[in-house]
């Protein structure tokens, strides 16, 4: 561990045997990504500044759990350096994060998602059958989704890829003001509504897969997801 008053990095580590959890909730997220592919320890790797790293940080039970209560520091120092965390997990975690503004980038994973943010990104590939993103402003950039997911952005954009589809799917995403992309596999089958500048299109294929999306102002566009593989 390395500390000084403005940055360095800090490291923890805890046995990963058992863990089922992931509880984060910090106003300054900074940059955080997520790896699933811990072995006997999980940890969580910081770099930045260290007003504004977490301020807990804890196995408890079957959970791994990270505080912080940073937005007054940030408010009166603002960020010099890039806050970085990097967690390594086991790939059935469940994940619930909770943060005012950040950026979030998924390696992976197959347990549940939440995502509850105000302004940031949500970007990468996850492989949980159980996804749901909330963001009052930004983007989110996801491949993969197998099985359920419920994607809303007030403001913003997403865009979410397919390079093959399995029937299980039942994704919905819905953005306020801005645009949605869909980029599938060419035998998707496309049902559009349109009326006004709400936008609406509905897809089916293969059987028992179904994919919606809702732009109330904006742009709502369906491409080819070939030349795309899948991690």
Same mark, same amino acid.
């Given at each position: ?23 984060? %909730? ?10 699933? %592919?811990?072995?006997?320890?999980? #940890? ?5 500044? #260290? ?10 039970? %079957? ?34 994060? *909770? ?10 994973? #197959? ?13 990468? #590939? ?32 997403? *865009? ?72």
């Amino acid at each position: 561990m390395i500390r000084n008053d403005r940055s360095g990095t800090d490291f923890k580590a805890v046995p990963s045997a058992g863990l089922k959890y992931l509880e984060l %909730d910090m106003p300054i997220l900074g940059n955080l990504h997520l790896h699933f %592919d811990a072995g006997e320890e999980a #940890y969580v790797k910081l770099s930045g500044e #260290y007003r504004l790293f977490p301020s807990y940080t804890a196995r408890e039970g %079957d959970r791994l759990v990270l505080k912080g209560r940073n937005l007054p520091a940030y408010l009166r120092h603002g960020q010099k350096e890039r806050l970085r965390i990097d967690i390594h997990l086991p790939e059935e975690t469940a994940v619930d994060l *909770t943060f005012l503004a950040g950026v979030v980038s998924l390696n992976g994973g #197959y347990g549940p998602l939440s995502v509850k943010g105000f302004s940031g990104e949500v970007s990468g #590939y996850t492989g949980s059958d159980r996804v749901r993103v909330r963001l009052r402003c930004g983007d989110v950039s996801l491949a993969g989704l197998p099985g359920e997911a419920d994607i809303r952005i007030g403001l913003g954009s997403s *865009t979410l890829r397919w390079s093959r589809l399995l029937g299980t799917e039942r994704v919905r995403v819905r953005c306020g003001f801005g645009g949605v992309e869909l980029l599938v596999p060419p035998d998707w089958a496309q049902k559009e509504e349109q009326g006004g500048f709400f936008k609406k299109k509905r897809l089916h294929a293969p059987p028992g897969a179904s994919v919606s999306a809702a732009v109330w102002f904006g742009g709502l566009d369906v491409g080819s997801s070939c030349g795309f593989t899948a991690p």
